[in-house]
T-cell receptor
Framework: ELKVEQNPLFLSMQEEKNYTIYCNYS?????LYWYRQDPGKSLESLFV?????AVKQEGRLMASLDTKARLSTLHITAAVHDLSATYFC???????????FGEGTQLTVNP | GAVVSQHPSWVICKSGTSVKIECRSL??????MFWYRQFPKQSLMLMAT?????????EQGVEKDKFLINHASLTLSTLTVTSAHPEDSSFYIC???????????FGQGTRLTVV
């Protein structure tokens, strides 16, 4: 059974600083997703990572996948207040399987 | 991305009554739909997976007689919370995908409050 762990669970950072959220998973995962959730809202898809070494970037966020280490990272560059939200990673064991979510990382960017 | 619409966005009901939540795929045919529950400050927990025309597969610990799922068409799945109680108050989110390898897209969520 796939288990997904994120750290840190809480992250308070200052604007313009860089930081990384880590997502470890326990068994082979066919795909790795990153989502953003604002308070009271549903999930917004950020990235889908499908292969070892995959790197995707959108604005100040960059996600990468290392399938050998069973690790995905979400790197935040020069954080701004608008990035404050909860970020989830999720993996699926096979292409047809359900997703298993990490616990989520609550990010707060302070002025 | 594809659009998944959930209705209602929020609902308040009295304890003991039933509530139906709809999940529609607006621009694609959803062969599979997933129903999640999220309590405050927690992650999403999968409740059940439904394939069009088949009975839903429930996760361990989820009462199938309490949470009735119907997926009668390729664009609509419904979750009915029967005899709701305050502990059923939660944020319910559906997701839908077209085909086994496709990405699943999420609905807006439904905030259920049972009083």
């Amino acid at each position: 059974e796939l288990k997904v762990e994120q750290n840190p669970l809480f992250l308070s950072m200052q604007e313009e600083k860089n930081y990384t959220i880590y997502c470890n998973y326990s068994t082979t995962s066919d795909r790795l997703y990153w989502y953003r959730q604002d308070p009271g809202k549903s999930l917004e898809s950020l990235f889908v990572l499908l292969s070892n070494g995959a790197v995707k970037q959108e604005g100040r966020l960059m996600a990468s996948l290392d399938t050998k280490a069973r690790l995905s990272t979400l790197h935040i560059t020069a954080a701004v207040h608008d990035l404050s939200a909860t970020y989830f990673c999720a993996g699926g064991e096979t292409s047809g399987s359900r997703l298993t979510f990490g616990e989520g990382t609550q990010l707060t960017v302070n002025p | 991305g594809a659009v998944v619409s959930q209705h209602p966005s929020w609902v308040i009901c009295k304890s003991g009554t039933s509530v139906k939540i709809e999940c529609r795929s607006l621009d694609f045919q959803a062969t599979t739909m997933f129903w999640y529950r999220q309590f405050p400050k927690q992650s999403l927990m999968l409740m059940a997976t439904s394939n069009e025309g088949s009975k839903a597969t429930y996760e361990q610990g989820v009462e199938k007689d309490k949470f009735l799922i119907n997926h009668a068409s390729l664009t609509l799945s419904t979750l009915t919370v029967t005899s709701a109680h305050p502990e059923d108050s939660s944020f319910y989110i559906c997701s839908a995908r077209q085909g086994a390898v496709a990405e699943a897209f999420f609905g807006q969520g439904t905030r259920l409050t049972v009083v």
